[in-house]
């Protein structure tokens, strides 16, 4: 069940659920918009390839403001630190907004019950002319739902408690052995 604003409001009126900070306004009828953080990473250029088993080096950038390249892409984090009970799940969807601007926003979509930390944003720019972006304006927007109760193995993992963007960790995954 997707929840809707009055339930959302409580949730945060009683510290069950955190987003920090947050203004009344932005809150939706069944949304929570998150705002764009003053972080942001690029890949750095390699003349090899690039590796699921290996980490990439990121160039950061810290600022007000952003241009993200034509056809270029861009990890950056959300303004908020959120804090889902083990009960709630959250999807992660860019604003209709700022998807017509050609500036698609993706965090791989889900947030798994338990987590907690500001959300790193996947930001590919469409357009054949750079986008500048900047920190402080609504970028996206998270739906919460409620689980059918608490989870049994709430989200522990390797991007927990991250404060700002954080690069693919990837490498750490265990499912197959490294190069």
Known sequence: ???PDRKIKELLANGELRVEPIEPVQIGPASV???LGTTFLTPRATQGMYS????????KVEGEFFVVPAHGFVLATTHEFIALPDYLTAFVE????????????QNA????PGFEG???LELFNANSAPMRIQAGRR??????????????NPYRGKYQGQRETT?????LDIEVPRD
Request: proline fraction near 4%; charge should be negative.
């Open 139 to 152: 970028i996206c927007q998270l739906v919460i739902a409620a689980a059918d109760g608490p989870v049994e």
């Open 118 to 120: 500001a959300i790193t």
């Open 109 to 112: 979509g889900w947030v798994d």
């Open 94 to 105: 860019g604003r209709s907004s700022i998807g017509r601007l050609g500036l698609f926003i």
């Open 52 to 59: 699921m088993s290996e980490p990439i080096e990121y160039e």
């Open 167 to 171: 690069g693919s960790r990837a490498y």
């Open 1 to 3: 069940m997707i929840l």
């Open 33 to 35: 918009d998150l705002r």
